[in-house]
Structure formats: structure tokens, C-alpha cells
């Protein structure tokens, strides 16, 4: 069973990857080509049928950046079963709010960063 970069979620991936928010081209500038203690991160990455913002498949790790659209009970309630099923495969969710990209970056790279296995 394919779990990584389903056929049928490509042209999702693709419109997400040629339409990042501005919080996510920020941290993308920070996270690509290795910039990051050489970890690869992979925009628009999707595992199952959910599609992440960045995903560093070394790592094991995803990152959202959640808008004012995750911030009621219906958003949360499926961010909080999604992140649930990534943990079950293995894969940590890191998550940030997008104005913090920009009023904390440094902090969220530090976190990033320290959540790396040594």
C-alpha cells in the first residue's frame, strides 16, 4: 500500500506547493536545501490522505503552520485526529501558528531544531 505521495492527492500537492501562504514561504526559505542542519524538508508532502506542510522524512517530522481556520472546536477537533494518526506511524507533529513565523521565527527553528534525534 502506497502511504507516501498518493497519485490522486498530486495535483492537491502541486496547488498547495505553487500557492504557500506567506507564513509558509518564510519558513520554507529556512528549511530548504538542507538549511537546517542539513535535514531535507519536503514541501506539500502528503502521508495518507493527509497532505503536510513540510515533512523531513529522515527525521520522521511534520510541520503545520495553522491560520485563523484552525482555530475552532470542528478544525481542532480533526487537527487533533490527524496529528493522532501521523503518531501512530511514527511521525511527530510539530505545530505553530503562523503569525509566530514571524514574530518568533528563531524560536521555531530552535524547536525544530532540538527535536532532531542526535
Known amino acids: 500500500m502506497v502511504l507516501h505521495n498518493r497519485k490522486y492527492l498530486k495535483e492537491n500537492r502541486k496547488e498547495l506547493r505553487n500557492n504557500l501562504t506567506p507564513a509558509e514561504a518564510e519558513l520554507w526559505k529556512y528549511l530548504k536545501a538542507g538549511q537546517l542542519q542539513g535535514r531535507k524538508f519536503r514541501r506539500q508532502h502528503s502521508i495518507g490522505n493527509h497532505i503536510l506542510d513540510f515533512y523531513c522524512p529522515s527525521e520522521r517530522m511534520a ?14 477537533y480533526f487537527d487533533e485526529k490527524r496529528d ?3 503518531q501512530v506511524l511514527g511521525i511527530k507533529v ?6 509566530d513565523v514571524f514574530q518568533n521565527l528563531e524560536a521555531i527553528l530552535q524547536e525544530i531544531s532540538n527535536n532532531f534525534s542526535k
Open 63 to 76: 510541520i503545520e503552520l495553522d491560520g485563523q481556520i484552525h482555530y475552532n472546536s470542528i478544525t481542532e
Open 84 to 86: 493522532a494518526t501521523l
Open 94 to 99: 510539530l505545530r505553530y501558528e503562523n503569525k
